[in-house]
């Protein structure tokens, strides 16, 4: 089981950036596949990013193109969220996640390919 621990989220105006973190802990040998998900007040959680491990590309939702990057630490046990040019709409709670198996590019949106999930960090982008 890996254990997931979010970090960095805040309060921020409108256009500014934001660094999210993500330490992984337990069996960190384990995952191939780690994602950023958010939920919004009153919404379902949407797929934000998602970053392999041992390499295979990044992905994005389409809303963060442009603005937003993933990246990882292996030796750190780490992945990064970082967020520019943010918006009010960006403001939720940010999830990481982890998953054992390396997923296919169509189905790295899918919620249920992630089997560890951490406890959140909220944004807030507000003037």
């Known amino acids: 089981q890996v254990q997931l621990v979010e970090s960095g989220g805040g309060l921020v105006q409108p256009g500014g950036s934001l660094r999210l973190s993500c330490q992984a802990s337990g069996s960190t040998f384990r995952y191939n596949t780690m994602a950023w998900f958010r939920q919004g007040p009153g919404e379902e959680r949407q797929f934000v990013a998602t970053?392999?491990?041992?390499?295979?590309?990044?992905y994005y939702a389409d809303s963060v193109k442009g603005r937003f990057a993933i990246s990882g630490d292996n030796a750190k046990n780490t992945v990064y969220l970082q967020m520019n040019n943010l918006k009010p709409e960006d403001s939720a709670v940010y999830y990481c996640a982890a998953a054992v198996n390396r997923i296919i590019s169509s189905a790295v949106g899918n919620q249920r390919m992630y089997t560890s999930w951490g406890q959140g960090t909220q944004v807030t982008v507000s003037s």
């Open positions: 970053w392999r491990r041992n390499g295979g590309g990044t």
